[in-house]
């Protein structure tokens, strides 16, 4: 993704939104097609040299910023790493050792030269290997070690999802408008939701279409920029589901209003580069059936694939789990959360009279400071590992206080 620095924005009135260029734009695509060759061209070289190339490839056009958007992109496509003969940190402890023995030391001379060698002799090591190593862990010593090509077209379309997904940094609120549809169109859109860990309510049901409330980033107190990650990376997922219309508040830069960013599935300009609106791994979700597998209960521990409505609300539960007795449980873990919307979500409960849930919150996704005086009924809490027992525990807590 950009830096805040690469986004490019527009804003009239009160709407705002990314500042794209054309991709189909048989320049752009000449500017994209050198960059992806320039960098092919660095392989198994040093960072400083490719960091060297690149300045002298944008030079001081008046599309620099677009430049190194692109070269942005292309970067966190590169894997960088330390190429020595010995750990250099180790090269560099043995020979200051040494030089404070005889210091003061002048370099180049053939004193130094020879404590050089005597170095390279402890540690066996060829003195021209031990001072390349010296410092070829600093970064822009390291060297290019693999690069994920891409197709000009294709960077280029990345690019403008990356403009789009800057604004989302700076997100109050997102409304998403779902038209009805049928179940595996909500699936995967509540299921990109719930993936990527937003604070989320939904309001609506199948046959009317639902109405989903997202918290921005700025709305947390903690963890706000992890957090607006994680909206931004959402984005491209949102753009492979169906039937959605989006409105975006988003902070102003002073003394500009606020503004909106709008955007619908209909759209044709963004274009996502991710396979599938879900992630193939979801580790804590996999863990948990890892944990649940090896606890001795009764209680069955079963993926859910449905929207569960209850009254005017509806929530997506991770899990289902079911007791022999017939009596069936939704578990619903948590994203990022605070008190406030964890209140919220209980009151949706209680006012629908429902009670067969439970809401596992992680205290490493708590986004605020706000005080948890106590733990509500039908909630547990954990640091890092959501516990079965505990989750059995507020089962059988919820039902004996019936």
Request: a negative charge.
């Amino acid at each position: 993704m950009l830096t805040a620095d690469l986004a490019q924005s527009w804003q009239r009135g009160d709407r705002t939104g990314p500042r794209l260029i054309d991709a189909g734009d048989a320049d752009n695509l000449g500017d994209a097609a050198a960059l992806i060759k320039l960098f092919q061209g660095f392989d198994g070289r040093a960072r400083m040299d490719l960091d060297e190339a690149l300045a002298e490839h944008v030079g001081l056009g008046t599309d620099y910023r677009m430049q190194r958007g692109l070269i942005k992109l292309l970067l966190d496509r590169c894997t960088f790493e330390t190429v020595a003969a010995k750990d250099p940190v180790e090269i560099r402890r043995a020979l200051f050792r040494k030089a404070r023995e005889h210091y003061p030391l002048v370099s180049q001379s053939p004193a130094a030269t020879e404590l050089v060698n005597e170095v390279a002799r402890d540690i066996e090591c060829p003195p021209a290997d031990l001072l390349a190593a010296l410092y070829a862990d600093l970064p822009e010593r390291q060297r290019l070690l693999g690069f994920d090509p891409i197709a000009p077209r294709e960077l280029l379309d990345l690019y403008n999802v990356a403009q789009a997904q800057a604004l989302l940094y700076r997100c109050v609120e997102m409304r998403l408008w779902v038209e009805p549809q049928a179940p595996a169109g909500y699936r995967e859109l509540f299921g990109a939701i719930k993936a990527y860990r937003l604070l989320h309510t939904i309001k609506g049901n199948a046959v009317a279409g639902y109405e989903v409330r997202v918290d921005g980033p700025l709305s947390l107190f903690q963890r706000s920029q992890k957090y607006g990650v994680q909206m931004a990376v959402f984005l491209p997922a949102l753009l492979l589901c169906t039937g959605w219309r989006m409105r975006a508040e988003i902070a102003p830069k002073p003394p500009a209003p606020r503004a909106f960013f709008e955007l619908d599935s209909r759209q044709r300009r963004l274009r996502s580069h991710y396979r599938t609106a879900t992630p193939y791994a979801e580790p804590d979700r996999d863990a948990l059936a890892e944990r649940w597998a090896r606890f001795d209960s009764p209680w069955a521990l079963e993926q859910n694939n449905e929207v569960v409505d209850i009254g005017a609300s509806a929530f997506i539960p991770d899990y289902v789990l079911a007791h022999p007795d017939g009596r069936r449980v939704y578990l619903e873990l948590l994203g990022f959360w605070t008190p406030q919307y964890l209140y919220e979500r209980l009151h949706e409960f209680t006012h629908a009279g429902y009670k067969d849930f439970i809401l596992a919150a992680s205290d490493e996704l708590r986004g605020s400071r706000d005080p948890l005086p106590r733990i509500p009924p039908h909630v547990v809490t954990y640091k890092h590992k959501l516990d079965p027992a505990d989750v059995v525990a507020a089962i059988d807590k919820n039902y004996s206080d019936e």
